[in-house]
């Protein structure tokens, strides 16, 4: 009986731990699924966010798909043709003049501003339908960028040294008939409608016609006459006609066309198609000297230091009424011309205007104004606060070996004597 009694319990014993066995690897394989499942959640959840991801790429290359497949059908349609509107016929039909030659009877958009659908305005046709598409910039505007346009310049008569003569005969020429014009009109003559500055470089001439600029107020609109030559046919005419529309619009205005001899030169009967296209150029400047329309408040100024080149038809009465010689400073106005330019500087005691004024014969005030910017740079380099007169002697020693102006005296007097 003893032994059965201990088989069994041995057998219990047993059974016991065979199910805390079971139970340990049930447990163990609870862990292990639990484990699992964690993992799985995690890349279930990474394959969300990449999915996401994927999604947000794909709509982004979408996106620039279509932009691409738009710039290359824009590549791939024809160019427009450029046209400007002659004449409005109603309220969706008007014609214009296309930049081919032909005119077209054509028809408008309701998208584009009306306002700014008026005669003489660039438009762009399609090239199938010739209807307007698209309403360009003003072509004045584009092609004023060689003209510098100052509303009112910072220079006065009395930062003009030595051309006191040359300023009363330029304020009666042009300033007179934009700040009382009512005074020619009392006495019943007609303003003058032109004033040729001539002389050498240097000597002021866009000085005086900035200053005259200055005192009436005007817009001042310099140009240099080279900018009038272009490379196709009339394209030089077409830019003196927008220059007088633009002082026009900008009235009252000084027109101020510098080195005038680059346009103006004397005609010759002998000429290649280049020389013609200058000379077309320079007949639509005198058109528009001559003022077959009326110009309102503007002043017409040229320079130049080749006088005796111009061609003839530019000086006659009616163009250039008066001609005004800027010649080289004499004694007193180089001392004049000095006093303006080292006015603020420090100069040593011993530094004598009177001196320097007469060691400097036939320098212009160009010439002069870089010998004071030369002295001073020569106490810089001495590392001194102030300039001596031998820093100036130094400065005139060294621009008279750069300045000479024997020849134009000489071509000079052989037009205006």
């Known amino acids: 009986m003893d032994e059965n009694i201990n088989l069994e319990d041995t057998s219990k014993e047993e059974l016991i731990e065979e199910i805390k066995s079971m139970k340990d690897e049930i447990n163990s ?19 969300e966010k990449d999915k996401v991801l994927i999604e947000n790429e794909k709509i982004r290359l979408e996106r620039e798909t279509k932009s691409l497949r738009s710039e290359v059908e824009r590549f791939r349609s024809p160019p427009l043709v450029l046209a400007t509107i002659t004449e409005i016929l109603d309220d969706h039909r008007m014609t214009v003049k296309s930049s081919t030659g032909p005119s077209f009877l054509v028809n408008y958009s309701k998208f584009l501003d009306e306002n700014l659908l008026v005669p003489g305005s660039r438009v762009a046709l399609n090239q199938q339908t010739f209807g307007i598409v698209e309403i360009l910039q003003s072509e004045k505007d584009a092609t004023v960028s060689g003209m510098e346009i100052e509303v009112k310049p910072d220079i006065s008569y009395d930062k003009i040294g030595g051309l006191e003569d040359q300023i009363m005969e330029v304020r009666e020429t042009v300033e007179l008939p934009l700040t009382e014009p009512e005074l020619f009109k009392k006495v019943g003559i007609d303003p003058p409608k032109g004033v040729l500055l001539y002389g050498p470089p240097g000597t002021g001439k866009t000085l005086l016609a900035k200053a005259v600029a200055n005192e009436t107020n005007a817009t001042f609109i310099k140009i240099v006459a080279s900018e009038f030559v272009k490379k196709y046919i009339g394209e030089g005419a077409r830019l003196v006609r927008e220059v007088f529309e633009l002082a026009k619009e900008k009235a009252p205005a000084i027109i101020f066309i510098d080195e005038l001899d680059a346009v103006a030169a004397k005609r010759l009967k002998s000429s290649t198609s280049g020389d013609r296209e200058v000379q077309r150029t320079l007949m639509q400047l005198l058109a528009e000297l001559d003022g077959f329309e009326s110009r309102g408040d503007i002043g017409i100024i040229g320079a130049t230091n080749r006088p005796d080149i111009l061609d003839p038809a530019l000086l006659r009465p009616g163009r250039f009424d008066r001609f005004i010689e800027v010649p080289l400073p004499n004694d007193e106005g180089r001392k004049e011309i000095l006093k303006i330019h080292t006015k603020d500087m420090s100069l040593d005691k011993e530094a004598d205007l009177e001196l320097l004024s007469t060691l400097t014969d036939g320098l212009s005030g160009a ?3 870089s010998v004071c910017t030369e002295a001073g740079m020569f106490a810089i380099r001495d590392k001194r606060d102030k300039v001596r007169i031998s820093d100036f002697m130094d400065a005139i020693e060294k621009i008279q070996k750069a300045s000479t102006n024997e020849d134009y005296q000489k071509e000079a007097g052989v037009m205006f004597g």
């Open 29 to 47: 394989i609870k862990e292990e699924n639990s484990k699992t499942k964690s993992n799985l959640m995690w890349k279930v959840r990474k394959l």
């Open 367 to 369: 010439d002069l104004k």
